[in-house]
Nanobody
């Protein structure tokens, strides 16, 4: 089974930092782009970042550009999201997902940032930014 497990969330003050991790299993990890998206209560889900298969290409939403950094370690089947200068608006549940150039599942959805369809996300990790 394809599994992606996000972790590393928590409560942080505005201006603080967190590093999220996404550990993947059940598929050939370095064949896939991986994306991070977030979902806050009452808001649409928002893709914040994507990384290419080798890690050399990174994509960010305008809302996090310059504050978040995505990276991956293919030897550990892990993608990271370093989040700096966090703001209250960053409060959400953060998920990681595979990002595929073709739509493989009816539940997948297209991200213009990743230019791919996101699917196979896990439960996510809660990030709360509050003083």
């Amino acid at each position: 089974d394809v599994q992606l497990q996000a972790s590393g969330g928590g409560l942080v003050q505005p201006g603080g930092s967190l590093r999220l991790s996404c550990v993947a299993s059940g598929f050939t990890f370095d064949d896939y782009y991986i994306g991070w998206f977030r979902q806050a209560p009452g808001k649409d889900r928002e893709v914040v970042s994507c990384v290419s298969t080798s890690g050399t290409m990174q994509y960010y939403s305008d809302s996090v550009q310059g504050r978040f950094t995505i990276s991956r370690d293919n030897t550990k089947n892990t993608v990271y999201l370093q989040m700096n200068n966090l703001k209250p608006d960053d409060t959400a549940v953060y998920h990681c997902a595979t990002a595929n150039i073709v739509r493989l599942d009816s539940s997948s959805w297209y991200s213009p940032i990743c230019q791919r369809y996101l699917e196979s996300w896990g439960q996510g990790t809660q990030v709360t930014v509050s003083s």
